[in-house]
């Protein structure tokens, strides 16, 4: 047992993990590629949704923008670390994504159109930091 312990605390080591290395990536280069759906950067959340991350990561943002479609492609291919746009609960994406906490959202219930950022499924590390980030910013990402 005792053999087996530092072996198994090894294995532990670098957990979450990002199979393409998506934080890895952005803070060796410094920059991220973030997708930004028409409405979104005139959206103060967005902007200090991207301000937080670039502080945490120490890497800024490289802005494209586009239709919601294209982007998110764009982001399932690896050509976009992060997509932030209005995503309905029921997205067609949502199994293929992960979404971070709403930062502002407009109606209730089903029909409600949340602002959040898409990252790609299975990159945990970056998830977990995106996540983190929007929670530091948004009053309702946080439920206060």
Same mark, same amino acid.
């Given at each position: 047992?005792?053999?087996?312990?530092?072996?198994?605390?090894?294995?532990?080591? +670098?957990?979450?993990r990002d199979p393409a290395g998506t934080l890895a990536r952005v803070e060796k280069n410094h920059i991220f590629t973030v997708g930004l759906v028409?409405?979104?950067?005139? #959206?103060? !959340?967005?902007?200090?949704?991207?301000?937080?991350?670039?502080k945490r990561t120490r890497a800024r943002p490289q802005v494209i923008h586009g239709p919601q479609e294209v982007l998110l492609e764009h982001l399932?291919?690896?050509?976009?670390?992060?997509?932030?746009?209005?995503? #309905?609960? !029921?997205?067609?994406?949502?199994?293929? =994504?992960?979404?971070?906490?709403?930062?502002?959202?407009?109606?209730?219930?089903?029909? !409600?159109?949340?602002?959040?950022?898409?990252?790609?499924? +299975?990159?945990?590390?970056?998830? =977990?930091?995106?996540?983190?980030?929007?929670? !530091?910013?948004?009053?309702?990402? #946080?439920?206060?």
């Amino acid at each position: 047992m005792a053999f087996a312990l530092p072996l198994l605390l090894s294995a532990c080591e +670098g957990l979450p993990r990002d199979p393409a290395g998506t934080l890895a990536r952005v803070e060796k280069n410094h920059i991220f590629t973030v997708g930004l759906v028409a409405g979104a950067y005139e #959206s103060p !959340a967005a902007r200090r949704l991207l301000a937080e991350i670039a502080k945490r990561t120490r890497a800024r943002p490289q802005v494209i923008h586009g239709p919601q479609e294209v982007l998110l492609e764009h982001l399932s291919q690896g050509r976009a670390d992060l997509v932030i746009g209005s995503f #309905s609960e !029921a997205s067609p994406w949502e199994t293929e =994504m992960a979404f971070g906490p709403a930062l502002a959202s407009q109606g209730a219930g089903k029909h !409600a159109i949340e602002l959040k950022a898409a990252m790609r499924n +299975g990159e945990n590390r970056w998830i =977990m930091l995106v996540e983190r980030a929007s929670r !530091a910013v948004s009053r309702e990402a #946080s439920g206060q």
